[in-house]
């Protein structure tokens, strides 16, 4: 096959599988996409941080899961993506799959200076791999020691029901060293946020599908960083299967404190973090 023809193939290809990921996505977030929220804190363990933010998702964070998935609208918002890392684009696909980590936003999360790139993921019958799927990158003092670290995520929360095959079910994410890494050598493969780049491992990597929280965004309050950590209780007899609705939602706002050194029997690697706030998310009547 010669590389014109296999290029419109590649093409074809990622036309059809966001059209099926569009005409799926709004059977999916049927029970989430379109509620609105009501935040009622229920653990406080610093008032002046939990005050402020139980006024910020209030007025901000109503319907946290509305989604853009026309081109048209898109477009419309002018700049919606953070600026763009060597390799990357400007495109809907990537906006549709990094949508909940951007997403409601306030000034305290858009003082995260993300950047946006992307990953060589390996393709049949594409020697190499072709850069297709996004990640994004920021300079972080995450754990507030005056150190910057980076932080990589490199998937992404992508529906509502965290049973559904279809998506991504939670936000995977690491953090290097300053120095460790280097994203303007992009693209860059796509094991690099796990395995490490030129020798140099992670400090951490939180896999989403074995945490607590299903999306995770860091932001800056007061000159101090936090994460806010939004999490799902199925209840012990799991989703119902009239509502698809988890029996409790929570956004939790956290201090990272690393990962655990050692993994859990079943093999989870734990966030450490203190918990700082805890919302319960009541829907709307």
Known sequence: MNNKLRTIKNYQSEFYMLLIFCLIYPIQGMTGEFDTYRYKLEENNNDKVCSHMESVFSKY??????????????????????????????DLRS????????????????????????LI?????????????????????????????IVIKNEFMTCYNFYSADCSPADSWSVFRKGDIDVMKGPIEWDV??????????LAYIYG??????I????????????????????????????????KEYTNILKYQGVE??????????LKAETVCRFRMNVAK
């Open 61 to 90: 964070f109503k319907k946290p899961f509305s989604t853009i998935n026309d081109e048209d609208e898109y477009v419309k918002g002018g700049g919606v993506l953070p600026p763009l890392l060597p390799g990357a684009k400007d």
């Open 209 to 214: 599908r074995s945490s607590e929280c299903r």
């Open 261 to 270: 050194k050692l993994p859990l029997p079943d093999g989870r690697t734990l």
């Open 193 to 202: 946020p796990i395995q490490g780049q030129d020798g140099h491992p992670p």
């Open 216 to 247: 995770v965004r860091p932001f800056i309050y007061d000159g101090v960083t936090y994460l806010s950590c939004y999490s799902q209780d199925w209840g012990i007899n799991g989703p119902d299967i009239n509502r698809r609705t988890p029996d």
């Open 121 to 149: 993921t390996p393709t049949h019958g594409e020697p190499g791999g072709v850069p297709n799927d996004p990640f994004i990158a920021a300079d972080i003092d995450l754990n507030n020691d005056g150190q910057t670290k």
């Open 95 to 118: 906006f549709v799959k990094m949508s909940f980590s951007f997403q409601p936003t306030s000034p305290e999360f858009d003082a995260i200076k993300w950047k946006v790139g992307k």
